[in-house]
């Protein structure tokens, strides 16, 4: 007879590895069924900001939620750490958001004022913190407490840590739908047989509506291109994060700087362009002309899972018990990994909410508008 675990996780990006963490050492039992392999998606092409603040575009609920993640981060990082002995290369540096126009500066400034503690400098001020930023910057913000993770090592260190507590991966095994019994989620349908559970999280990114179509509900979620490249400077240009419209530049524990990221609604196409890596270069070296002489490492893209209010979905899906959806993490998904770990966790398990989650809620459009 088949096993019944407690939950089976559709995705094995950061956040379904995120989700069965928290629920493994909850003492569930967990497996992941993931379409290829682990963390190879989104997760793979993000640059690892953590950048509450320096993406914030007002104080709302949002903005909460993603500075209680990001207040998480550092003790989660260290816990993974020690579980899995993976660096996830944490850098507590800050984000300096820095404005090369007036319209960038107006713009930043308006977003500024909607955003509680942020304090504008004025370029000399920033230049101060990154010497070499262009004497073209006219001023902007300094988020000392946005830091920094590698990605792909978070994630290979949640595969580790999850695995050493428990927790079972079903790799290159696509899910087909969702299995349901009587009015209740019950499990997957995968390409290699059916996976029973009690209940079941869909984590599958970009690709989470289509899996949550095979049963009729409508979650809207739509892949995002973002296209980056990779540079190697003969010596440490920056410590801290810069950027600045249209591009970020992420200064890496190797030395490289990891450069992005254009924002392009083109399907699921994720061939990276000249013509993007040429545009974000332009940006980049208006932003900091000393790359101009670093060497050219890589480029490469990935697909974020993007909402129409631009917020994810976590949390029970009403029309059908036993069913959680955890997808939709646009920018800001590793960010997120540590409390939609948590709060998911915390709601399938009917714990009490350490953050509240209302402003995620996949039940925030109307039920109706849901349905195809
Ligand atoms: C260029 C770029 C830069 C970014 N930079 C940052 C950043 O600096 N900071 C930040 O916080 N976020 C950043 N992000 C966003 C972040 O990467 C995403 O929000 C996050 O990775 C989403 O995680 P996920 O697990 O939901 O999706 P994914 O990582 O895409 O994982 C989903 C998984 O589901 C699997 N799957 C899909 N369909 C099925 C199926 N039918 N059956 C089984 N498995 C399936 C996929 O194969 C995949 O492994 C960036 C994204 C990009 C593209």
Redesign the pocket.
Known sequence: MNRIWDVAV?????????VAYELVKAGCSVVI???????????????????AEA?AHQGDDFFRLCLFSRSLYRSWAAELEARSSVSIEYRAEGIIRAALDEEEEQELRARGERIPGAVWMDGDGLRRIEPELSPDVRGGYFFADDH?VH?VRL?EALRLASAGLGVRFREH????GILTENGRAVG?R?TDGDVFAEAVVV??????S??LQTIGVRLPVEP?????YALSPDRPVIRKTVYTRGC?I?PKADGSLWI???QEYAGFDKTPTAAAVAELHQVASALLPVIRRARFVAT??????GTPDGL?WIGPIEELPGLFV????????????PATGRLLREMMLGEPLSHPIDCCSPNRTKREERRP
């Open positions: 559709a995705g094995g990006g950061v956040i379904g590895l995120a069924v993931e379409r290829g392999p682990l963390h190879g998606e989104a997760v793979a092409a993000a640059a690892g900001m953590l950048g993406e920094q990605p994630a095994t696509p899910v087909l997957l995968t984590a599958a990114g970009a690709w989470s289509a899996l995002v291109k973002g296209q980056c970020y992420v992005g990221a254009t490469w893209a990935g697909l974020r899972p994810p955890a997808a939709g993490h646009f920018r800001n998904g590793i960010l997120l990994a």
